[in-house]
């Protein structure tokens, strides 16, 4: 049996399905493809002729929607009709931790997956690939088999075929387009050579075959998992380190290239900052967890376990190294925020580490002037109203922070200032110029090790520079 394969369509709209399927349109002009979501609002963002308002900020991403869009690439509500046209279709919805029940706190919620292997159920005709695109605990697929299968049996139509592969996604926010088109590797598990082969050929477009990997579907879905893990495990080892290095007289940056320039070792992923954030880690490594403890094997859930507890420590003693800083406390100071997306070159926030620092740093009476280049306030606004169970949320935080459109306006008339996201504007600040605005005694918390620190010191500011031993 061979696929035809003409007519795509993506469930989900968000960071993994825009841009990839904004790719695929790319480099398979031949192709159809249609972009569903439930969200209106989002579809109509996609949708606007003013390309700097497209839902998702990535580098390159409006080049290519402008090339394709209303071509071959189409952003669309009408979930029913899209499904019933395509021939392969990929899931590439939300899968956040479960909040309440059954592996809350760890397990992924699957119920978008479950939504929307139902609406295949519903409406899919004739042969179709289904492709899990969204990160998924180990065995996800068998219930979407499971479902698709018994949707079959129930409307008894010989006609429909459902094959179900897993198509992990690596791309990374900020470098998502880049990774789209020269992938490090595919990976493609699934039972069903044709279907593994149909897919196959939709990256050869595009990907050198040698690039291309297959596998059965629990090694694939496992891979991402694990290969998302060991990239955390790096970061929380580096971060544990930071704090040595402070302790001792070493210096991060140091630490980092000799031990990176070790070729076993490899000197990706050894930035020390405040912490992993993103979509995927922290859910991923906790899903692992979740895993492993289901299988009984506790010491590989614990080992696991650390990562997590290790990232979140390290947003806890920036937060603490600021206040202890600042004379103990910093009611009624004034500190800039400078960034609150969880890395350069992307307006998501998701686990931001700045959530949780700037949650501390209001619990403790702090004002904030927060600024971002591509973060909206309203945005900033929800993730610092969102219930935590770890924040004490009674501070009215509305009155503590206020939103600023730029370095200038954030940092005017502050005591200190805190970088906390990675972006090229901040790496330029000229601080002999910045500093006159500020309050004195002042103080600059680099947790990004980006900026000139040495013209920071000689501009009169006390410098904190994490990983570093020259505190303030
Ligand atoms: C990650 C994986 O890289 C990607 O393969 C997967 O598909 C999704 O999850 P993403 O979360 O978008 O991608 O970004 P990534 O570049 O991995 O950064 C994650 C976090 O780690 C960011 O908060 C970043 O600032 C931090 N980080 C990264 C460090 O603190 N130090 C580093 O050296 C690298
Ligand atoms: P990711 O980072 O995994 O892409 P996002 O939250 O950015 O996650 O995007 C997921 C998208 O999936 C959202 O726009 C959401 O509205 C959409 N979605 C969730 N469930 C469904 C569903 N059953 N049908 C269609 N779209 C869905």
Same mark, same amino acid.
């Given at each position: 049996m061979s696929f035809e394969i003409n007519n795509i369509c993506c469930i989900g709209a968000g960071y993994v399905g825009g841009p990839t399927m904004s790719v695929i349109a790319d480099k398979c002009p031949n192709l159809t493809i249609n972009v569903v979501d439930i969200n209106q609002q989002r579809i109509d963002q996609w949708n606007?002729?003013?390309?700097?308002?497209?839902?998702i900020y990535e580098p390159g991403l409006k080049e290519i929607v402008s090339k394709c869009r209303n071509k071959n690439l189409y952003f669309s509500i009408d979930i029913e009709k899209h499904i019933k046209s395509a021939d392969m279709i990929f899931i590439s919805v939300n899968t956040p931790?479960?909040?309440?029940?059954?592996?809350?706190?760890?397990?992924?919620?699957l119920k978008w997956i479950e939504a929307s292997a139902r609406e295949i159920a519903k409406f899919a005709e004739g042969k179709t690939i289904v492709i899990e695109k969204s990160t998924l605990p180990v065995k996800t697929a068998a219930i979407i088999n499971k479902i698709l299968q018994e949707s079959n049996t129930e409307i008894n139509n010989s006609d429909r075929e459902f094959f179900v592969l897993s198509n992990p996604e690596f791309l990374a926010e900020g470098t998502a387009i880049n990774d789209l088109n020269q992938p490090d590797r595919v990976l493609i598990g699934g039972d069903n050579q044709e279907a593994i082969d149909a897919l196959k050929n939709l990256y050869l477009n595009w990907v050198d075959e040698n690039k291309i990997l297959t596998s059965n579907i629990w090694s694939s879905e496992l891979s991402k998992l694990i290969a998302n893990a060991f990239l955390a495990q790096r970061i929380s080892s580096i971060n544990s380190i930071s704090a040595l290095c402070e302790a001792t007289g070493a210096d991060i940056k140091d630490v980092s290239l000799a031990v990176g320039m070790d070729s076993r070792i $490899?000197?990706? !992923?050894l930035e020390s900052g405040p912490g992993f954030g993103g979509s995927c880690f922290k859910k991923d490594i906790l899903n692992l967890v979740y895993i492993c403890k289901h299988h009984g094997l506790d010491e590989v859930a614990s080992y696991w376990q650390k990562v997590i507890d290790m990232n979140f420590w390290q947003q806890k003693r920036l937060s603490e190294i600021i206040i202890s800083s600042l004379f103990g406390t910093i009611s009624e100071k004034k500190i800039a925020i400078l $960034?609150?997306? !969880?890395?350069?070159?992307?307006n998501d926030t998701r686990e931001s580490p700045a959530i949780k620092i700037c949650r501390d740093l209001l619990e403790e009476g702090g004002n904030l002037q927060i600024y971002d280049p591509r973060v909206s306030k309203e945005m900033i606004n929800h993730e610092l109203q969102k219930q935590d169970?770890?924040?004490?949320?009674?501070?009215?935080y509305k009155k503590l922070w206020k939103y600023c459109e730029s370095v200038q306006q954030a940092t005017y008339g502050v005591d200190a200032v805190l970088i906390l996201t990675e972006w090229e504007e901040f790496k330029n600040i000229k601080w002999q110029k910045l500093s006159k605005s500020m309050r004195s005694p002042k103080w600059l918390f680099d947790?990004?090790?980006?900026?000139?620190i040495e013209e920071a010191k000689s501009a009169g500011i006390n410098t904190w520079r994490l990983g570093n031993s020259e505190a303030i």
């Open positions: 606007q002729s003013d390309l700097s308002q497209l839902p931790t479960k909040v309440k029940g059954i592996g809350a706190g760890q397990a992924s919620d $490899g000197n990706k !992923f $960034g609150f997306a !969880f890395k350069a070159n992307t169970e770890n924040i004490k949320n009674n501070n009215d947790t990004r090790s980006i900026t000139d």
